[in-house]
C-alpha cells in the first residue's frame, strides 16, 4: 500500500517561489508514476505535472510550463514540484499523487490510485 505525505506549502508573495515535497512510503517499485494536482477554491481537481518513477522527461499543465519543474530522488522515496514566479491564480491545495499501475504519464486524475492529504498553497497579489 503506497501512503503520501505531502509538506511545503504556505503563504507567498506573487513572483516568489515555494518548493513541495511528497515522501511516499511502500515499496518504491509500486510507483510507476507520480503527479501533481491541485485544487483551488471553487474549481475542480486538476493536473499540474507528472513524471516517471524510473525517470522520463516529465509532463506538465500548460498553465505551469516553464514556471514548475517536478523532479523526484528514488533512494529518498521523495517527489518534489519546484514553484517559481508564482501567480495568485495558483493560489490552491496541492496533492501528490500516486499510479501504480501504469508507465505512461496521465493527466487524468482517475488514473491516480494513491494520494496525500493536500498541502495549502496561497499567493498573494
Known amino acids: 500500500q503506497v501512503q503520501l505525505v505531502e509538506s511545503g506549502g504556505g503563504l507567498v508573495q506573487a513572483g516568489g517561489s515555494l518548493r513541495l515535497s511528497c515522501a511516499a512510503s511502500?515499496?518504491?517499485?509500486?510507483?510507476?508514476?507520480m503527479g501533481w494536482f491541485r485544487q483551488g477554491p471553487g474549481k475542480e481537481r486538476e493536473f499540474v505535472a507528472a513524471?516517471?518513477?524510473?525517470?522520463?522527461?516529465?509532463s506538465y499543465a500548460d498553465s505551469v510550463k516553464s514556471r514548475f519543474t517536478i523532479s523526484r530522488d528514488i533512494a529518498k522515496n521523495m517527489v518534489y514540484l519546484q514553484m517559481n514566479s508564482l501567480k495568485p491564480e495558483d493560489t490552491a491545495v496541492y496533492y501528490c499523487?500516486?499510479?501504480?499501475?501504469?508507465?505512461?504519464?496521465?493527466?487524468?486524475?482517475?488514473?491516480?490510485?494513491?494520494w496525500g492529504q493536500g498541502t495549502q498553497v496561497t499567493v498573494a497579489s
Open positions: 499523487a500516486a499510479d501504480t499501475s501504469r508507465l505512461a504519464l496521465s493527466p487524468n486524475r482517475a488514473d491516480y490510485d494513491a
Open positions: 511502500g515499496r518504491s517499485s509500486s510507483y510507476y508514476t
Open positions: 513524471i516517471r518513477w524510473s525517470g522520463s522527461a516529465p
